[in-house]
């Protein structure tokens, strides 16, 4: 057994970088023992804003700084570990321990999602990795499970809930009955939302991670310009209620979806789910990510996918695998330039689609209508009792749409919103049978 010390720069000292500590100190020793001494690590650096700021954990002072390169730089370090989020000042960070030599390890995925063209191609003329397991899924392996476990597959589809803070916003909403800005107070109070919750909550938290399992499934980095992202912001209690009425709940649904022409289709919405599907029950923080490969058949991974412990869990993975100097995962190097990405108007589900109109005969009819000339089936009305507007003059009519292209739905949603009983623009959901 033969053991010599990585040295370790962290910056980033909040929620997964001070977890990160926190596990070092509890299992350094344990994790020393199993990996059979060769990985030893000891943080030299930790790189942080505020150096007044009162911190979890009992790192010592003179460990800390405000000057992000010396976590690079110190000689002491051997591996980066990114955990300060945001695309600038990281890219700079990640690229420059790169340059150095200096395995990266990362929970950030706005940065690969965004900046990956970039840094891979560092990554591959540096011969050095960047590990990034803790940016998809939390505690989750996913990254790894793609990667080395289905190397075997084709993958056929992913489909996730991948984003914690919306999960959780959304399932409060529906089961607790608060408002969303009640919902969003308790997820960034748990550490769950990031920093600024922008991200979380206009769905591109959930896409840059669809985009790393896509990328990591078909060998290219997916240009994060061409992917379909809608958030939860817009999601109401009505819709949720309506849903819950007609069996289905509403989750923020991230898909990859290989087609039969070699096309993949990329989006994150809100999105109706049949009550009974597995992923319905996935609920709170949790995240859970069905795959489908070639030979393997479906599998599903389910675990926390935010919060503390679960993330330096993951990261602590990556450093383990960094450590040991591993030979057969040098993180993700694309093997192909570019795919073929599937225009999402060319992109066919069923729908639900709630129309607010003014109350008087002939209304169903008049939509019903304009749907026909666009060849959109109807599958359903719903018209709940208690979605009239006792003081106002309009009423809520919901229709179930067969399946049909998402840009056909558009054609004939503005065509609808020309007549004159419609009193707001139609709410849209897919409907996921998956
Ligand atoms: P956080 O709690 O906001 O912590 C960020 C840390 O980075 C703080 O210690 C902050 O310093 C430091 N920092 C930020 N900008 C800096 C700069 N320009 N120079 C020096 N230090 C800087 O964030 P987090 O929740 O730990 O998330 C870190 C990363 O992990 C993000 O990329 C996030 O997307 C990812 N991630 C988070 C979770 C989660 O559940 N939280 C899960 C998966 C992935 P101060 O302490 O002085 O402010
Ligand atoms: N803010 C993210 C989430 C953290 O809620 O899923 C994990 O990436």
Redesign the pocket.
């Known amino acids: 057994m033969s053991s010599s010390v990585s040295g370790i720069g962290l910056?980033?000292?909040?929620?997964?970088?001070?977890?990160v500590w926190k596990i070092l100190e509890e299992h350094g020793g344990l994790i020393e023992s199993r990996s059979q001494g060769s990985a030893v690590m000891k943080i030299r650096k930790?790189?942080?804003?505020?150096?007044l700021?009162k911190?979890e954990g009992s790192a010592p002072a003179e460990l800390f700084t405000?000057?992000?390169m010396e976590v690079v730089e110190d000689p002491s370090v051997d591996i980066v570990v990114?955990?300060?989020?945001?695309t600038?000042?990281?890219f700079h960070?990640v690229a420059e321990a790169l340059k150095a030599g200096k395995p990266v390890v990362?929970?950030?995925?706005?940065?690969l999602a965004e900046r990956g063209t970039e840094l891979f191609a560092i990554s591959k003329a540096t011969n050095t990795p960047i590990y990034f397991e803790?940016?998809?899924?939390?505690g989750i392996p996913i990254i790894k499970a793609v990667q080395q476990s289905l190397v075997g597959n084709q993958i056929e589809s992913i489909a996730g809930i991948i984003n914690?803070t919306s999960n959780f916003i959304l399932q409060r909403m529906t089961e607790a009955g608060l408002g969303y800005p009640e919902a969003l107070k308790e997820a960034k109070d748990l550490?769950?939302?990031?920093?600024d919750e922008t991200?979380d909550v206009n769905g591109w938290?959930a896409a840059h991670k669809a985009i790393l399992l896509g990328s990591i499934a078909h060998g290219f980095l997916i240009n994060y310009k061409n992917v379909y992202v809608r958030g939860i912001e817009k999601v109401t209690p009505l819709d949720i209620k309506f849903a819950s009425d007609l069996g289905y709940v509403v989750k923020l649904l991230s898909l990859v979806i290989a087609n039969k022409e070699g096309g993949i289709e990329i989006r994150t919405q809100p999105s109706f789910l049949s009550k009974t599907h597995i992923l319905a029950s996935v609920n709170g923080?949790f995240n859970a990510v069905a795959i489908k490969g070639d030979h393997l058949g479906e599998s599903l991974f389910y675990g926390r996918?935010?919060?503390?412990g679960?993330?330096a869990s993951?990261?602590i993975s990556d450093l383990v695998e960094a450590s040991s100097g591993s030979k057969t995962n040098m993180g993700f190097l694309p093997y192909k330039e570019s795919g073929d990405l599937v225009d999402i108007d060319d992109t066919a589900t069923s729908y639900y689609v709630r129309f607010s109109v003014t109350d008087r005969p002939g209304v169903i009819a008049d939509i019903a209508s304009v749907l026909a000339r666009h060849e959109i089936g109807i599958s359903g009305t719903h018209s709940p009792v208690d979605a009239d507007h006792p003081d106002a003059d309009f009423v809520e009519m919901v229709f179930l749409l067969h399946t049909c292209p998402f840009g056909r739905l558009k054609q004939a949603l503005a065509k609808v919103e020309n007549l004159d009983c419609l009193t707001s623009r139609p709410v849209v959901f897919r409907i996921e049978t998956l």
């Open positions: 910056a980033g000292f909040g929620t997964v970088g001070s977890g930790i790189g942080v804003r505020d150096l700021k911190r405000t000057n992000l990114e955990l300060i989020g945001g600038e000042a990281a960070l990362t929970g950030n995925k706005a940065l803790a940016a998809v899924a939390g914690g550490g769950y939302a990031e920093a991200l938290d923080v996918g935010a919060g503390q679960p993330t993951s990261v």
